[in-house]
């Protein structure tokens, strides 16, 4: 089956600090990852659409410069939180679209999350 | 604009009861897509059902079985004979059927379910 990798699985950093969160499809191609956040007991918000080879698309609300998104090649996406403070804090969580499985809808596999801690 | 709604933040049976969990949605699309998730204490979404819009056919997984019911924008989740290995969070989600909008899902706030021995 499709399975999605997030690295790493959980990090704590200093106010200030910059920290990139990778998110990778190990036996597809995905043109099309997605960034979601989700803050304790809370249900998850859709930051950014990030397509192969172009900029990411963010949701309303989200900072661009501050949650940086970058998708390289088809397996691999990067979101990086930058000057992170306390309230960065979250448990983000990846997915990826798979194009070539053929079915008429093309499924989204979710990575297993990052937990990020700002102290 | 699309919205997913679980009225029923935090549930608590015990074991052996059978529990409905309840999603309403909104849309303004005739072809779309609806699905739940189980996230347990780890984190990790897991997958659990996809709908089409034009399959209004009632499914059943084992324990797990769902009524979509397009007249009443509803597709609720329910749990026979419920484990203490239910007990998670659950996620009802909408998305799109055309890409417009690359297929972004849109999750209702989820509800805790707490199944007790």
């Known amino acids: 089956g499709a399975v999605v990798s997030q690295h790493p699985s959980w990090v704590i950093c200093k106010s200030g600090t910059s920290v990139k969160i990778e998110c990778r499809s190990l036996d597809f191609q995905a043109t099309t990852m997605f960034w979601y956040r989700q803050f304790p007991k809370q249900s998850l918000m859709l930051m950014a659409t990030s397509n192969e080879g172009s900029k990411a698309t963010y949701e309303q609300g989200v900072e661009k410069d501050k949650f940086l998104i970058n998708h390289a090649s088809l397996t691999l996406s990067t979101l990086t939180v930058t000057s992170a403070h306390p309230e960065d804090s979250s448990f983000y969580i990846c997915?990826?679209?798979?194009?070539?499985?053929?079915?008429?809808?093309?499924?989204?596999?979710f990575g297993p999350g990052t937990r990020l801690t700002v102290l | 604009a699309q919205k997913v709604t679980q009225a029923q933040t935090e549930i608590s049976v015990v074991e052996k009861e059978d529990v409905t969990l309840d999603c309403v949605y909104e849309t303004r699309d005739t072809t779309y897509y609806l699905f739940w998730y189980k996230q347990p204490p780890s984190g990790e979404l897991v997958f659990l059902i996809r709908?089409?819009?034009?399959?209004?056919q009632n499914e059943i997984s084992g324990r797990y079985s769902w009524n979509f019911q397009k007249s009443t924008s509803s597709f609720n989740f329910t749990i026979t004979a419920s484990q203490v290995v239910d007990s998670a969070v659950y996620f009802c989600?909408?998305?799109?059927?055309?890409?417009?909008?690359?297929?972004?899902?849109?999750f209702g706030s989820g509800t805790r379910l707490l199944v007790r021995p």
């Open positions: 709908r089409n819009s034009f399959d209004e």
């Open positions: 997915s990826a679209r798979d194009w070539t499985s053929g079915s008429s809808y093309n499924e989204q596999f």
């Open positions: 989600a909408l998305s799109e059927a055309y890409g417009g909008s690359s297929y972004k899902l849109i």
